[in-house]
């Protein structure tokens, strides 16, 4: 069975420092993969996603960037956070001839 | 534009009642995909239901049902006799037909639930 792991599960940054956040997804191959953020009590945004190795679209401008190296691993990076970039961030997969996206268990980032 | 509209931002029911939740949407696509999760307080979002635009009947899993109406442009789900345990975050989400590569699911704001002891 699929599995998609998320870390870290939580994470306390100062502004200004770079981040980095892994997904990786166990039991499938070639998925699409996509990075979510939450902020509290709202709603999702879909900030990236992929459909192949190397292959990274972004929906909304910011200072975040994706990355993705292998596969089944995902990756969330900034260079310098910013206080707004504090949320919960999810990580998502689905299958390539699906659209049911099966979410990770996310990580919580609180900038100071 | 896909749009999902959930208007129930909070409801709160005591143990044992139903409930449902509202979910209308948006689309001008003839085929298309409707969904529903959950998302309890540990944060990680739970699939529970995916339904074609061309499947209108009703299904039922245990406690939850969920109310296909085309002609409303509405997906509602109903938890009977709830219970502590289904307190947490439901979403209604809506995708276009699949044609391959990138598929974008568009979510509603969410409609927070509370089962009371």
């Known amino acids: 069975s699929q599995t998609i792991h998320q870390w870290p599960a939580t994470l306390v940054q100062p502004v200004g420092s770079p981040l980095s956040l892994e997904c990786t997804v166990e039991?499938?191959?070639?998925?699409?993969l996509y990075w979510y953020r939450q902020a509290a009590g709202r709603g999702l945004q879909l900030l990236f996603y992929?459909?192949?190795?190397?292959?990274i679209s972004s929906e909304v401008p910011q200072n975040l960037s994706a990355s993705r190296p292998q596969d089944r691993q995902f990756i969330l990076s900034s260079k310098k956070l910013l206080l707004s970039d504090s949320g919960f961030y999810l990580c998502a997969w689905a299958g390539t001839n699906t659209d049911t996206q099966y979410f990770g268990p996310g990580t919580r980032l609180t900038v100071l | 534009a896909q749009k999902v509209t959930q208007a129930q931002t909070e409801i709160s029911v005591v143990e044992k009642e139903d409930v449902t939740l509202d979910c209308v949407y948006e689309t001008r696509d003839t085929t298309y995909y409707l969904f529903w999760y959950k998302q309890p307080p540990s944060g990680e979002l739970v699939f529970l239901i995916r339904?074609?635009?061309?499947?209108?009947q009703n299904e039922i899993s245990g406690r939850y049902s969920w109310n296909f109406q085309k002609s409303t442009s509405s997906f509602n789900f109903t938890i009977t006799a709830s219970q502590v345990v289904d307190s947490a975050v439901y979403f209604c989400a809506l995708s276009e037909a699949y044609s391959g590569g990138y598929q974008k699911v568009t979510f509603g704001t969410g409609t927070k639930l509370q089962v009371i002891p």
């Open positions: 992929s459909v192949g190795i190397g292959q």
């Open positions: 039991g499938t191959s070639n998925p699409n």
């Open positions: 339904r074609n635009s061309f499947d209108e």
